[in-house]
């Protein structure tokens, strides 16, 4: 198995904006294991629109790498760090991988015949 690439999380409640985008995102989960990728795997981060918060069953997935700007960095204390480290330590023993964005997205409109 590969060796997997530690991650600084940003805190809960950060807001960010994502590569090719303008909506501000804000981040409500960290380290998300997934089953709806074959093979299951994880993303960084899940997040919902701002200020619209998490409407029904709405969440947007993306890692680390598809963030472009940090707009607002939220609280982090000694806890914090902690949780982060002990994702990391989850993740590096784990047999799940990251989910690749760009190619679940791609896919995803493949499914849904759509081309971009």
Same mark, same amino acid.
């Given at each position: 198995m590969k060796e997997k690439e530690r991650i600084d999380y940003l805190?809960?409640?950060? @807001? !960010? +904006?994502?590569?090719?985008?303008?909506?501000? @995102? !804000? +981040?409500n989960a960290r380290g998300l294991v997934t089953a709806t990728t074959t093979p299951a795997g994880y993303f960084d981060y899940g997040g919902s629109l701002y200020p619209q918060g998490i409407i029904g069953d709405q969440i947007l997935y993306f890692n680390h790498k598809d963030i472009a700007k940090v707009v607002f960095t939220g609280y982090t204390d000694d806890d914090d760090k902690m949780m982060v480290d002990n994702i990391n330590e989850w993740y590096e023993n784990s047999e799940f991988e990251r989910i690749d964005t760009e190619e679940w997205n791609r896919q995803r409109r493949q499914e849904r015949g759509e081309h971009k």
């Open positions: 805190p809960l409640g950060s @807001i !960010v +904006i994502l590569r090719g985008g303008v909506q501000k @995102i !804000v +981040i």
